[in-house]
């Protein structure tokens, strides 16, 4: 026998066929990949930036609408527009005060806003100005928003001073929007952004 043997004669036939149910999973899956891949690539359309102006019409402390287009200000959260807070041992509706606070930051000027991501109502997460007036950072700075994946050393120094909503006590916005039944809403850190970004991904309508 010149050195055969079974190892030597299965690497010279090469390897055992695959069985046809592995070959038809093999296929399925390979289908499946590209047809995510087309599906990607035909919707990567929906993550592109995009930048809004007009006369705002504000909604609430944090977000506001440009003409047919609503637009929730990125990385902040204000409180709803019927919560109340508590200072100084009475109820007074911040909700209300914030949505203020930001008409105030607006004044008469247009807005300007970008961003690529939504929410999970359809909103624009935009960062947006009015002038040189950073409104996003602004409304934290005055204590009028808290961070939400953003601008929590402005939070800090509105905590400290006690401006706007830190001068008493309050719920968090997110806490106040689940005790009331609304949807829950990410965080626009980069998490959220990432539960954000597949929503819109692959969001049908």
Same mark, same amino acid.
């Given at each position: 026998?010149?050195?055969?043997?079974?190892?030597?004669?299965?690497?010279?036939?090469?390897?055992?066929?695959?069985?046809?149910?592995?070959?038809?999973?093999?296929?399925?899956?390979?289908?499946?990949? +590209?047809?995510?891949?087309?599906?990607?690539?035909?919707?990567?359309?929906?993550?592109?930036?995009?930048?809004?102006?007009?006369?705002?019409?504000?909604?609430?402390?944090?977000?506001?609408?440009?003409?047919?287009?609503?637009?929730?200000?990125?990385?902040?959260?204000?409180?709803?527009?019927?919560?109340?807070?508590?200072?100084?041992?009475?109820?007074?509706?911040?909700?209300?005060?914030?949505?203020?606070?930001?008409?105030?930051?607006?004044?008469?000027?247009?807005?300007?806003?970008?961003?690529?991501?939504?929410?999970?109502?359809?909103?624009?997460?935009?960062?947006?100005?009015?002038?040189?007036?950073?409104?996003?950072?602004?409304?934290?700075?005055?204590?009028?928003?808290?961070?939400?994946?953003?601008?929590?050393?402005?939070?800090?120094?509105?905590?400290?001073?006690?401006?706007?909503?830190?001068?008493?006590?309050?719920?968090?916005?997110?806490?106040?929007?689940?005790?009331?039944?609304?949807?829950?809403?990410?965080?626009?850190?980069?998490?959220?952004?990432?539960?954000?970004?597949?929503?819109?991904?692959?969001? +049908?309508?």
């Amino acid at each position: 026998m010149s050195g055969w043997s079974p190892r030597r004669r299965y690497g010279e036939r090469g390897r055992r066929p695959r069985s046809l149910w592995r070959r038809l999973f093999d296929y399925a899956l390979t289908v499946a990949i +590209f047809a995510l891949l087309a599906l990607v690539a035909a919707r990567l359309d929906r993550l592109n930036t995009r930048s809004e102006q007009g006369i705002a019409v504000i909604n609430d402390g944090d977000s506001l609408t440009l003409g047919s287009v609503r637009v929730r200000l990125r990385g902040i959260d204000a409180p709803e527009y019927t919560q109340t807070c508590t200072r100084d041992g009475a109820d007074y509706a911040c909700g209300r005060m914030a949505r203020q606070a930001l008409a105030t930051l607006i004044g008469r000027r247009k807005v300007d806003c970008s961003g690529w991501q939504k929410d999970r109502y359809g909103r624009l997460l935009g960062d947006c100005k009015a002038g040189d007036v950073d409104l996003n950072r602004g409304q934290v700075e005055a204590g009028w928003a808290v961070a939400y994946g953003g601008f929590e050393r402005e939070e800090a120094t509105a905590r400290s001073a006690r401006r706007g909503i830190w001068a008493g006590s309050f719920v968090q916005p997110q806490e106040w929007r689940r005790t009331h039944r609304a949807e829950p809403e990410p965080r626009h850190d980069p998490l959220g952004g990432i539960v954000n970004g597949l929503r819109e991904l692959f969001r +049908f309508r």
